[in-house]
């Protein structure tokens, strides 16, 4: 299967390329790098050292005898991003490509708009790309929890039964998004769901939990093909940097009310 990974050399997307190109499927990465960029903006690095994108794809090729395509590109250049679907026709489609951190998009206005306009506008031009030159492939999107925030009742798969003054209906499950990035991706989720509505697309809108964890299978056969373990204050995660903190004996920098 010719599959197409949007944010491949992310620290989820790249995992994701190296276990889908080891099954044996045709995986091209479209990445524009903003992610390296985001730890030079504020003085980050990962605690295990990144490899560049070529470096890792050189390392796969020579643990695996499996090539992955890299084309450097931005969801926000629609030309580029048609290019990309005209060329390799993608018969899946697998989206990494946003700013995925709730503290970044909360440091000021410009970082809100930079992860709405990004994200929002990004993953609607994926869809038209897909219903221009791609209308039968299947688009899988890495959502987030977040979107649902944490209602007192149990969180449904996508949508709820609801009865109100003596009328039912399935509707999509209420979201409670808590941050301006969280927003972003419930904009996203609303999109998809109305792009396969009116154009027929297939969509798998993955709303995960936290994950943890810094290897898989793939990326433990070479040190170059490690992925990201980040622990500053904008893209580590709690368990990352608690784990992080009390090795070298750091009080714990529990948020809020700590209840996680």
């Not at 643990?63 to 250049?77: A, E, F, K, N």
């Not at 990494?96 to 709405?116: G, L």
């Amino acid at each position: 299967m010719r599959i197409l990974i949007l944010g491949g050399d992310g620290y989820l997307g790249w995992p994701q390329s190296l276990y889908l190109s080891g099954k044996g499927h045709n995986v091209t990465i479209f990445d524009n790098f903003m992610r390296r960029h985001f730890d030079l903006e504020r003085g980050f690095h990962s605690l295990l050292p990144i490899y560049t994108a070529h470096e890792r794809i050189a390392a796969w090729k020579e643990v695996s005898g499996r090539q992955i395509q890299l084309c450097i590109g931005d969801t926000m250049d629609y030309e580029a991003l048609a290019t990309v679907f005209r060329t390799f026709q993608p018969e899946a489609v697998v989206h990494f490509a946003e700013q995925r951190s709730a503290p970044y998009s909360m440091i000021d206005r410009k970082h809100a708009v930079f992860t709405q306009t990004n994200n929002v506008i990004g993953t609607l031009n994926v869809l038209y790309a897909m219903k221009e030159f791609a209308p039968d492939c299947h688009l899988v999107k890495l959502g987030t929890m977040g979107e649902y925030g944490t209602p007192n009742i149990d969180i449904e798969e996508g949508f709820i039964e609801i009865h109100h003054k003596g009328r039912s209906d399935v509707l999509p499950f209420p979201k409670q998004p808590s941050s301006f990035y969280h927003l972003s991706k419930t904009h996203d989720s609303h999109n998809i769901m109305f792009c396969c509505k009116i154009w027929g697309l297939r969509a798998t809108d993955l709303n995960q939990g936290v994950v943890y964890g810094v290897e898989t299978d793939e990326t433990m056969q070479d040190a170059r093909l490690a992925t990201r373990f980040d622990y500053d204050q904008i893209y580590g995660t709690a368990l990352n940097r608690f784990c992080v903190q009390a090795a070298v004996a750091y009080p714990l920098t529990v948020y809020g009310k700590g209840q996680q």
